[in-house]
């Protein structure tokens, strides 16, 4: 069990020294002993205010976190053991409409048994009230993160805890829709704990107290900062990839003469939108994004003279109209695009389809861990699908500062991708798209798991949820293939339009191995049906499946 702090100490806890500044409570008139008429009730709320200093068991008010401004809504357990009545919906009700009228986040600091006896009925549909008043605050594009403290459970939980978009918890906290007097007799009380909600994926993380303040400073930072900005003076290139022969051809800026020329990498770096470009003022590094060029010949490159453009250029007709932007469902206006990560691993395009699969399953090939530590300055984990899972060996889903910019990322890790870690990468894309912050998808897996426990897990059923959510997304998607792309399991991460790939990577309707053996071929075929199958980043850009092949940069980022 964690230690129980009242509400004035937990907000002390988080908020900067002097910044909280309480709320007015709305005033109600309630006849004696309440609306139940509850004998003792006047006198048990009485002798609570007296004990505690608090009129009620919720105390709302605006503060800075770690600088950020936000709604705090701090539950004093030591008034009726934090319960909720007519009074506290009355509070959380004025709390989540000042939060929307001045567009701040909402912190519930959160400790409570559930709805209050003594009010019966009439308190729990205050449940109601909050989850209205949730939903409004969501609709409004306002971060809600919630902090569990000991208890947390009832109604509480499942409307303040369980519906915010994060959810941190204290270490030992008891987290559970039922409260410990409520349970089956001989229910293991591991099961009611923080530490187990985490591990189903209905808490994204367990904070010791001493680190809940900058952790919450840096959530709400990430989420309720501007995550629209345009990237500031030398972020990661914001140009598009060079010009490429075949379908693509006229998707993207004018062919260089970069370091990568004649092995078909040139310079470039960034997404493009449908949208006119204009002129890019940001250097372009030497070596950055390659269009899958047809000739591989490999010659010494000379330096980049050409300027590039940025993003924006207009897509062209061919095989990339029948992945146009569905009118009504495109990118929200005003929002840049996540830049395109520099490729980690090695440079130049493979020689054959199996070279390709070879390359991509490498040992040594920079994974998604290392990706995404090169790309942002910093990051947090959403930690599950709020469904009973997670899939931290498969996807790593969070938000992450590059230049002075929130994006989200969900990131593939090179493992057959589990149900929990799809429904996981479609809670991120939901979230940043209702919040406005621009997703980045890295996509590397030999495709989703197939074995009976992930059938029993719901596998169609998550993977298209995430083939919903990016299809859905209002905010522009980047993707890159940094290493398998195998099947559905991958392409339900890929932004159609606005795929790129790494020269180590591939992208197949199946494995080679698989769709030999559906064509009936021996073992000894799966080398040339890999080649049939036109899987290299170059042939995939030819394909019009990607847009170009992304290089190495030349330098460290600042």
Known sequence: MSERLSARETLA???????????????????????????????????????????????????????????????????????????????LETAYGHAREHR????????????????????????????????????????????????????????????????????????????????PPGADPAAYTAESQAAAGSADAVVPARELKETLGRWLRLLAGPPGATPATGSAPATGPTQATGPMAGTGPTQGTGPMAGTGLTPGAGPITGTRATPSTEPTPDADIAPGARSLAGTEPAPSTGPALSRGSTLSTGSMAAIEPTPGI?????????????????????????????????????????????????????????????????????????????????????????????????????????LG??????????????????????????????FAAVAAARVPVTTLVIGEG????????????????????????????????????PPEAVEATADELRIRPQDLVELGVVRGVVGPANHPRP
């Not at 002097?18 to 005033?27: D, I, V």
């Not at 309630?30 to 009485?46: E, F, M, N, T, V």
């Not at 997703?439 to 169609?460: I, W």
């Not at 591939?506 to 191995?513: G, M, N």
């Open 13 to 91: 806890l988080v908020a900067d020294a002097g910044s909280f500044r309480e709320l007015p409570a709305p005033p109600r008139e309630s006849p004696p002993d309440g609306p139940l008429r509850w004998q003792g009730y006047d006198a048990s709320r009485a002798r609570a205010a007296a004990r505690t200093g608090e009129q009620e068991s919720v105390v709302c008010g605006t503060a800075s976190v770690e600088g950020t401004r936000a709604v705090l809504i701090a539950f004093e357990f030591g008034f009726l053991g934090g319960s909720l009545g007519e009074r506290t919906g009355d509070r």
């Open 437 to 466: 912050i621009p997703v980045l998808t890295l996509v590397d897996t030999p495709g989703a798991a197939n074995d009976a426990e992930a059938e029993r897990q719901g596998a169609g059923a998550a993977i298209a949820e995430v």
């Open 330 to 434: 495109g990118p929200t206006a005003g929002i840049e695009p996540a830049p395109v990560p520099f490729a980690l691993g090695r440079a130049g395009l493979p020689g054959s389809g199996w070279e390709a699969v070879g390359r991509a399953r490498a040992h040594e090939r920079p994974r998604a861990g290392a990706y995404l530590d090169a790309y942002f300055g910093e990051r947090v984990l959403l930690g599950g699908d709020r469904c009973g899972g997670r899939d931290p060996d498969g996807m790593l889903c969070g938000f992450g500062e590059r230049d002075g910019r929130t994006v989200a990322y969900a990131a593939q890790t090179g493992t057959a991708t589990r149900p929990a870690g799809y429904r996981t990468a479609a809670r991120l894309v939901r979230l940043a798209d209702r």
């Open 486 to 521: 195998g099947s559905g399991g991958a392409l339900a991460l890929a932004a159609p339009g606005n795929t790129w790939a790494t020269p180590d990577s591939y992208f197949s309707v199946i494995a080679p191995e698989l769709a030999a053996a559906i064509l009936k071929r």
């Open 104 to 183: 701040l986040p909402v912190v519930p600091l959160i400790a409570t048994g559930g709805s209050r006896m003594q009010e019966g009925m009439l308190a729990l549909t205050q449940l109601q009230r909050v989850a209205r008043q949730s939903v409004l605050t969501r609709e409004a594009g306002l971060p809600q993160i919630a902090v569990l403290r000991d208890p947390t459970t009832g109604g509480g939980w499942a409307t303040l805890g369980a519906g915010a978009d994060v959810v941190l918890a204290l270490p030992g906290a008891q987290v559970g829709f039922a409260g410990s007097r409520v349970r």
